[in-house]
């Protein structure tokens, strides 16, 4: 495949990809982030160390600071949720590596956990918030911004605007002759599109270090925020998918489930085009709007001020649980129907395909995902419990069997959820308490 230069200094070794959370070492670093006024320079959040532990933990809820964001204004009287109800479920106790039991506050507190919320029907069960984080604070959400967009998805197939067997291309006449021409917008939901192009946290001379992340503008390399879109051919995300992604022609589309980030921007794209907004104010109009949030959302933006629909989804975590309620009761909440039900219940529809996808992906042999759909993560189709999951610990996990929703997030060091410790440690005690509450019901 030609690459494209993007006139960069390119000395990838000494640098941070930020967004996708490269981490020399696992273990904290013996400094606070941004502390005094102004801040001591081994404090200082920058660009370039925002996504490493321990910066990323001011940064992980201040993005509009090291990065740029758009404004998703909340509307309307907010929903109050009731409670907490039930605190003491944060005491009880589950065994945690080798030592002995400790709470399932404690699970989330030394696994890097920023905030943990529980809601069954309507009523929040507990909520408690760790290492300075509150209740009014935004946080990034990573890679849930792509259940929100493919939640988002469904309004314009309900509305027959959309066919999902057709090619992203007969919407977008840009991506012809790239990697999404061949392709079906359900491969792309599905992460089956078998491109010329990997998803990597850990090669620094990847093309998804050089070139994707900067387009995205959430990654630090020397010089790319510098970048004029006119001299460069791949100036924001747009450009990427339609100049940069190739086919794998060794693959065919549908057989395989390779999760590539760049087809939840395909998915954004077409959002805007075919509805006429862009997508923040789609999202906004159609979502937002209608939660009874109670904070503005924000999303950063790419190089060229588009929303990362990827990946740059910021709320409080409140808004991050009413967004899981209305997806728990199948598009409905606040008094409408703000998605179509067959819509949410499609995520659920798991075909042995997907499921053998998942299995022939040895990158999550060992975790417990049955199958990964519309963008959403399938624990257990029959129970109605699967996962909105993001880099470094985001997490919107529903169970209809418990009419459970839990959201959490995290700054925990290492991106990715496979064969991550702090990751599963979390899921696992979630899991755990949702089979305990599943026969409770406080309605």
Known sequence: MNRISLCLITSIASICISQFGYTAADSPVAVEAMQGIPPTRESQVTMKNHGTHPYMKWAFRNMGAPLNVVMIPREGQIVELQGPLRPALGLQK?????????????????????GVAIVQGAHLLHEKYFHGFNEHAQHIWYSMSKSLAST?????????????????????????????????IQQVLDHATSLDFKETYTDFDSDFAKYYAPALNMAYLPGARDIQPDNVEVYGVHDFLSKFIKPDLSREPGDNFDYNSSNADVLGWLIARISGLPFQDYIQQHIWAKLGTEHDATIVVDRAYMPVVTGGMNSTLRDALRFGMMVRDRGYYNGQQIIPATWIDESLNVSEKLRSNMTNNAKYGEEPWHAYHNMWWILDPQAGEYCAVGIHGQVIYINR???????????????????????????KVARALAESIAQQTLD
């Open 152 to 184: 988002a998805f469904g309004l314009l197939v309900a509305e027959d605007k959309v066919d999902l067997e057709a090619s992203p291309a007969e919407y977008i006449p840009e991506l012809k002759g790239s990697g999404f021409e061949r392709v079906s």
């Open 94 to 114: 589950y065994s945690y590596g080798t030592g002995a039991p400790i709470s399932f506050d404690q699970v989330f507190e030394r696994n890097h956990g920023d």
């Open 401 to 427: 069997k418990a009419n459970t929703v839990m959201a959490w997030f995290s700054s925990q060091p290492g991106a990715s959820a496979a064969k991550n410790k702090h990751f599963r440690a979390k899921l």
